[in-house]
């Protein structure tokens, strides 16, 4: 079955880089995402990346996949404190929303 | 655009008391999902509807939880009995109809339930 893992904390500090990994186990995902939680809130999809790209740049955002190892990675450029909240990496099968599996998060603290 | 909305934000209950949760999705959003995320975990599919037919319900757990989408519009999610471990975020998300492409879901800000 589908397994999706994420270390679960980062601290990195104001205006670093910040890099979030992710494994999952399933090959015949058809994208992978990123969401984020802030406190209290639901999740906001940050960015996705179809099964067949290696890499997706968004502004501040940039989306690594190795199809061959099964790790995705976030990098974060010039971090903020507003990035601190979870991150979530979660793929699915389908076209779109479809049955996502989620990590367990990787809480993301940036220090001033 | 008003995003999908759930009622309440927070519920306590005892143990064996029934509850329910109600979501609208965004307007013309065909797919409505409920996802339970426990606290330190990711979320996980209870139910999937498209319009108001159920599309996957593998993961919910049939004995106590149920959920409808009599109009093909809102949701409600019930448990009855509850159970301790059935304390956790209830997300509700939408998405326009799948197939032919990708499609977003969006998720509402969710219903806190803590089961004593």
């Known amino acids: 079955g589908e397994d999706v893992e994420q270390s679960l904390f980062l601290s990195v500090r104001e205006g670093d880089s910040s890099v979030i990994n992710c494994t999952y186990t399933d090959s015949s995902s058809t994208y992978l995402y990123w969401y984020k939680q802030e406190p209290g809130a639901g999740l906001q999809l940050l960015t996705y990346i179809f099964s067949n790209m290696d890499m997706k740049q968004d502004q501040r955002l940039t989306v690594l996949l190795n199809k061959k190892d099964k790790h995705l990675s976030l990098r974060i450029a010039d971090t903020q404190t507003g990035d601190s909240a979870i991150y979530f990496c979660a793929e699915s099968k389908g076209t779109g929303a479809n049955n996502l599996f989620f990590g367990t998060g990787t809480r993301l603290t940036v220090i001033p | 655009e008003a995003g999908v909305a759930q009622s309440p934000r927070y519920k306590i209950i005892e143990k064996r008391q029934s509850v329910a949760f109600w979501c609208n999705p965004i307007?013309?959003?065909?797919?409505l999902y409920w996802y339970q995320q426990i606290l330190g975990q990711g979320p996980k599919l209870l139910i999937q509807f498209q319009n108001n037919g159920v599309v996957d319900d593998s993961q919910l757990p049939k004995d106590r939880f149920s959920a409808e989408r009599l109009k093909g519009v809102d949701s409600t999610l019930k448990i009855q009995p509850a159970k301790l471990e059935d304390s956790a975020v209830y997300l509700c998300a939408s998405s326009l109809v799948e197939g032919g492409g990708y499609t977003e879901a969006f998720f509402g800000q969710g219903t806190r339930l803590t089961v004593v």
């Open positions: 307007s013309g959003h065909a797919t």
